[in-house]
């Protein structure tokens, strides 16, 4: 398989193609198994985040951005300064 993406890359330098650039592809839709995967990436990179928190910086990164709760009500919960729960 890995033979067959260098022969096209090889075939493309002597045709003179050259790579399209963001801004120069169209806008389309993903597909649907596209979609799915960078939702599935997102996710895996959510838990790398969390998993390298501590509990009380869980707690606080998931009151505030998920569910928008203010930091001075975060402080008195993990009970600490609303300047330390931010």
Known sequence: M???CL???RA???REEIALQDE???DARLMPGEELLRREELSRALLV???????PQRVAFVLHDVFAVPSDDIGRV????AAAAK
């Open 2 to 4: 890995s033979r067959l």
């Open 7 to 9: 022969d096209r890359l």
């Open 12 to 14: 493309r330098g002597r």
């Open 24 to 26: 120069e592809v169209p």
């Open 49 to 55: 985040v969390l998993s390298q928190l501590t509990p």
């Open 78 to 81: 993990l009970g600490v300064s």
